[in-house]
Structure formats: C-alpha cells, structure tokens
C-alpha cells in the first residue's frame, strides 16, 4: 500500500513541476522528477515506486548497493554524490548514469570498467557552478576542456551537465547559477563534439526546483519534498 504522505507530496511536485513548465513555454513531459533516497528506507522507496516514481538518485555506493540489489531495474538509477576512482567498478554495475563525473581521471576509469562490462555508460558533467570549495565539481570555464578529453572515451556517452548552485533563503537568488549552466550547455553543444548529446540539465532541488525547471532543467532532484527531512547523514 503506498503511503498517502509520500504520494501526495509526489503529486505536488509534480503539479509544481507542470506549472513551471508552463510558465516558461515547456511541456511538462519534458522534465523528469528525480527521487532522492539517499538515507531513505527500502520500504519508503518502494512506496514511492507504487506512487510512480521512475528515477531515483543515489549519493553512496555502500548504501545505493544494497538498496539497488535488492529493489532492482526498474526504477532507474543515477549516481549524484561524489565518486571516487576506486569505487567506479561498482557504479558501473550499478547505475544506469553517473551524474557527477567532474575529473579526467574518473571517466577513464569509469570508461575502462564499462568496456569491461560491454557497455556505454551514460555520464553527466559535474559543474560548481559556485565556485565552493566545500562542493564537487568542475569551474565552469573549464568545462568544455574536460568534454575535450573525455568525449574520444568509446564507452561513455556524455549525455549533459549536472550543478547544485549555492544554497539561498530566495530560490530565485539562484537562478543565474541555472541559467549559466544552460548558456554553457549550449557553448558545448555548438562545439558540436562526437558522441556528445548536450540533451540533459540536471539541476534544481526541493527548495529552488521551479526556478531550475522555468531555466531549462529536464532532471530534477528532490530528496526532502516527497521524503520529508533526512533522520542520517
């Protein structure tokens, strides 16, 4: 049985979602609703499956691991946290798409353990499109040279960017940060790069989502709107 809280809260999102859309001459259908689950129980993610949720986001390997094993595909799966070198074998087997690629180091390896598993393995470019240093992430300047290097890489399929901008009281305070990773995106596509799809824009969370969707996301992801707050890490 899926638990009115988690459903309805899902339902508002998805209002909200349409209703930015339209504000911004978009189709709702053009933007994906990302459940964030990390530190989110089994159970309370498999009521939000009932309640149609089709893609959910994971920050951890050692957690995502056990949840994934045992709720399987579908849903979809993407990595969001920071990934680690050593752990690229497992978000391989994993994920359906590694959201926070932001070094060249970690393609390669991400690259090599895909070959080893006779796959493409969809990736997002990381962007700190604040400039923090307490966030992973690429400079924005220095993104399209990271593309550069990583585009050759014939098992990964550059499908976008990814960003989490600063935190504000005002959603609409970041709303530069949202659309300069949109203007960037279109500097990368222009480029026109082999085996580069600049089709995705990762970007928007549960307090500035709306303000994401009227600037051009088509991935949202919200952890604490359809979950509640977090009781771990």
């Not at 998805?14 to 709702?28: F, W, Y």
């Not at 006779?118 to 400079?139: A, C, Q, Y």
């Not at 976008?160 to 901008?165: D, E, N, R």
Request: net charge negative.
């Amino acid at each position: 049985m899926t638990d009115d809280g988690i459903k309805s809260k899902i339902q508002i999102v998805r209002s909200r979602i349409a209703e930015a859309a339209a504000r911004s001459g978009r189709r709702p259908s053009e933007i994906r609703l990302m459940a964030v689950t990390k530190t989110v129980e089994e159970n309370r993610i498999r009521q939000a499956l009932e309640a149609g949720i089709d893609l959910c986001g994971e920050n951890y390997i050692q957690e995502s691991r056990i949840k994934i094993e045992s709720i399987g595909h579908p849903p979809q799966w993407h990595m969001i946290g920071h990934l680690q070198t050593n752990k690229a074998k497992y978000a391989v087997r994993l994920f359906d798409m590694v959201e926070s690629v932001d070094r060249f180091e970690l393609a390669v390896e991400l690259d090599r353990r895909a070959g080893g598993a006779g796959r493409v393995l969809p990736i997002l470019i990381e962007v700190n499109s604040g400039g923090e240093l307490t966030k992973s992430g690429i400079p924005p300047e220095e993104a399209i040279g990271l593309i550069r290097r990583i585009a050759p890489l014939e098992h990964l399929a550059i499908s976008g960017l990814m960003t989490m901008p600063p935190w504000f009281d005002d959603p609409e305070e970041a709303r530069p940060f949202f659309s300069a990773l949109r203007t960037l995106r279109d500097r990368i596509a222009a480029e026109e790069f082999d085996r580069v799809a600049m089709t995705e824009l990762s970007m928007g969370m549960t307090d500035d989502f709306e303000v994401a969707v009227e600037e051009g996301a088509t991935i949202v992801r919200v952890g604490r709107g359809i979950f509640g707050e977090r009781t771990g890490r």
